[in-house]
């Protein structure tokens, strides 16, 4: 599966930005991560995709303190695409943002959880 992200930018502190992820193949869970400057990599958000599978949790989402109630993390109508909705973004979300998949049904944000990985998307928030 080769995933393909995009959306990144620069934007001013309390701008919104939209990243996109689309995967080749059939996943079950999708996730975004980040890595800041001098700091290691975190879980930003995942979600179990609706479709393809039975998995009871389908549907479900997770976010990370950090970015509660500020980031959003949706599957589009393509049911192997999601989208991460980053709203009032703070200089600290800086990072280079990873998305991510698996096979697993696990809606965690746990990197060993997840087989494959994107090249990245930078997000500069000044």
């Known amino acids: 599966v080769q995933l393909v992200e995009s959306g990144g930018g620069a934007v001013q502190n309390g701008g919104s930005l939209r990243l996109s992820c689309a995967a080749s193949?059939?996943?079950?869970?999708m996730a975004w991560f980040r890595r800041a400057p001098g700091k290691e990599r975190e879980g930003v958000a995942a979600?179990?995709?609706?479709?393809?599978?039975?998995?009871?949790?389908?549907?479900?989402?997770y976010a990370a303190d950090a970015v509660k109630g500020r980031f959003i993390i949706s599957q589009d109508d393509n049911k192997n695409s999601v989208s991460l909705q980053m709203n009032n973004l703070r200089p600290e979300d800086t990072a280079m943002y990873y998305c991510?998949?698996?096979?697993?049904?696990?809606?965690?944000?746990?990197?060993?959880?997840?087989?494959?990985w994107g090249q990245g998307t930078q997000v500069t928030v000044s």
């Open positions: 193949g059939s996943t079950v869970t």
């Open positions: 979600i179990v995709l609706r479709g393809g599978h039975t998995y009871p949790n389908a549907g479900s989402t």
């Open positions: 991510a998949a698996s096979s697993l049904n696990y809606c965690v944000l746990e990197s060993s959880f997840f087989q494959w």
